[in-house]
């Protein structure tokens, strides 16, 4: 019972905190949407970190190394410090500017502005917003399977613990509270907050789980020694080709509405500098968890369960309740950034174009913006209760088709030549294939010729992007040159 | 070789040095509790955060600090 106290008086903080956020709240769409370009460099940091690590990176990457090894790690974390990296400074920067002085709010905005193509935009709306809701669904999952792990076998909820259903259904209230309130300077805020939170109880966590294994040395020693090394669980052609899975980022909609509510271009030097660091200091906790859980539970217990089981072996329930809400803050601070740019989407995308936005006063962009929120977060609660994936396998498909439509992005901002039709022929391409590869996976984790099915589409994508732009008509150059200024050329 | 060179050159370096296959089936644990392939990548994330370190001081785009003037106010 004390767990779920201390959950419930950690969601009450935060709906406290989102109360003192909205304060700030200028009660203007463009404040809901985009905190009017007002976030700083230590929030940009917190909220761009928060918002990428999600359900996957603390219940995912535990589970996935207890079934993989240490593996794990090399796979996605230390590439995502490369690469993420790479693509805020790459493409981050060059789409806050163009938002900053075109006044975009989603990706659609800037693409269908960039190609003077009406039909790119509906084309590509559609799959952002298919890609982005199985990325909710694992949090939402990730929630209820931690909560249920957690209380599980304890005199206040018998045998099975709080039903998953639930917590989920309480977070989807929780998170649509504050950002109904707040919008994404809310977000932002409580991003920061449960980025903290979960960090230092993650650290916490670490350490007593490790002491309740007899130590980190025992711990270690104690654990299936072939998760200690990679032979035999990941190839190298595996290993090498998980590379493309981090370009996602450079096309996920939630994180480019994030770039948008930068202050300054200055504001992302912080989190290029440090989100290398700040993953490695929730990754590697993780990844250890779940070889240490091979010593303890054996290697046949269900891999999305395992954080939630080992929080839960801790004796102390002011510490379980403790570690099990820093476990929600991560996820949390994934979800509220994710349905609030699906409410966007829906609102800027569909209904203000319907309607002509000028026909909308800013209250009336407001409610339908909240109510679209809504919308999307009862949607996906419902979705969750008939999902049963793998949390890993599902986020990981997840990305594949976002990484497939980075070189839309990367071609976009740096390649003149790129046409409509060549991007058009990249999002098909890449919806194809994806589509493809996805209903041929066995449902574990595919590869083919040994490597990600994400090297397939990204490549696919590609050629078709350059093939079609280059036997197409270019773009004209009035419109060029309003994205690629004079000055640009002369450097 | 002018700075955005040597910064392309260190991050194909960087992105060769990920796959540490020489510590593939390597066991050996360092500190008495961290796995060594564990290890170097946890180091591997370091050098990286110094790589951007580097690179927002050597190549910050200034274009970009255009923009923030022709948006203040």
Redesign the interface.
């Known amino acids: 019972m004390i767990v779920v106290v201390i959950i419930v008086i950690y969601l009450a903080l935060l709906l406290v905190l989102g109360g003192l956020s909205s304060r700030r709240f200028r009660n203007t769409s463009d404040d809901f949407f985009l905190a009017s370009r007002s976030i700083g460099p230590f929030l940009l940091v917190m909220s761009l970190f928060g918002t990428t690590m999600t359900a996957f990176a603390l219940v995912g990457s535990t589970g996935k190394a207890y079934e993989q090894g240490?593996?794990v790690?090399?796979l996605m974390?230390?590439?995502s410090?490369?690469i993420h990296?790479?693509v805020f400074?790459l493409v981050g920067?060059?789409l806050?500017?163009l938002g900053?002085?075109y006044g975009y709010v989603t990706q659609t905005q800037y693409f269908r502005d960039r190609f003077g193509n009406e039909m790119l935009g509906r084309l590509l709306f559609p799959i952002l917003v298919a890609l982005v809701v199985p990325y909710l669904l694992i949090g939402l999952m990730a929630a209820g399977v931690t909560v249920e792990k957690v209380t599980a076998k304890t005199e206040a909820f018998g045998p099975d613990g709080v039903p998953g259903w639930i917590t989920a259904g309480v977070i989807c209230l929780v998170v649509y509270t504050y950002v109904f309130f707040g919008g994404l300077r809310a977000a932002a805020w409580a991003n920061a907050f449960q980025t903290i939170v979960f960090l230092v109880v993650g650290l916490i966590a670490f350490f007593l789980i490790a002491d309740s294994l007899g130590g980190?040395?025992a711990?270690?020693a104690k654990a299936e020694?072939t998760r200690?090394?990679?032979?035999g669980s990941i190839s190298?052609l595996h290993?090498?080709s998980y590379?493309f899975i981090p370009l996602s980022v450079g096309m996920f909609p939630h994180l480019f509405q994030h770039w948008l509510t930068a202050r300054?271009?200055?504001t992302f030097?912080a989190p290029?500098?440090?989100?290398?660091?700040l993953?490695?200091l929730v990754w590697?906790p993780c990844?250890?968890i779940g070889?240490w859980a091979t010593g303890a539970l054996g290697t046949s217990k269900p891999p999305n369960a395992i954080l939630g089981i080992m929080v839960g072996r801790l004796q102390d329930p002011y510490i379980s309740g403790l570690v099990t809400a820093g476990i929600l803050a991560a996820i949390m601070s994934s979800l509220d950034s994710q349905f609030l740019c699906l409410g966007t989407m829906f609102s800027q995308d569909v209904i203000f174009r319907m309607k002509g936005s000028d026909q909308l006063t800013d209250s009336q962009k407001l409610f339908r913006a909240r109510l679209f929120v809504g919308g999307v977060i009862l949607c996906t609660y419902l979705l969750s209760l008939v999902t049963t994936k793998s949390i890993f396998d599902l986020a990981v498909w997840c990305f594949s088709g976002f990484a497939g439509l980075f070189p839309l992005v990367l071609a976009s901002l740096y390649w003149k030549r790129t046409t409509a039709a060549g991007a058009i022929a990249s999002i098909c391409t890449t919806a194809a294939v994806w589509l493809i590869l996805f209903l041929q996976s066995p449902g574990k984790e595919t590869l083919i010729l040994g490597m990600m099915p994400v090297v397939f589409i990204v490549l696919a994508s590609t050629v078709s992007l350059i093939v079609v732009s280059l036997g197409t008509k270019p773009v004209d150059s009035q419109r060029l040159q309003r994205f690629f200024?004079m000055?640009?050329e002369s450097? | 070789m002018g700075s955005k060179g040597w910064i392309l050159l260190v991050?194909i370096l960087?992105?060769i040095l990920?796959?540490?296959?020489w510590?593939?089936?390597?066991?050996s644990?360092l500190f008495?509790?961290?796995?060594i392939?564990?290890g170097y990548?946890?180091a591997?994330?370091?050098v990286?955060?110094l790589?951007?370190?580097w690179?927002?001081r050597a190549v910050?785009?200034?274009?970009?600090?255009?923009?923030?003037d022709?948006?203040a106010p």
């Open positions: 240490i593996g790690y090399g974390a230390s590439w410090g490369l990296s790479a400074f920067i060059k806050w500017a900053k002085r980190v040395e711990a270690t020694p200690l090394i990679r032979e190298r290993f090498t590379l300054s271009a200055r030097k290029v500098v440090l989100h290398p660091v993953i490695m590697v990844i250890l070889v200024p000055k640009d450097k | 991050g960087l992105a990920h796959q540490d296959f510590l593939w089936d390597d066991g644990v008495g509790f961290l796995p392939g564990l990548h946890a591997y994330s370091i990286v955060a790589y951007w370190w690179v927002v910050w785009p200034a274009d970009s600090e255009t923009s923030d022709e948006a």
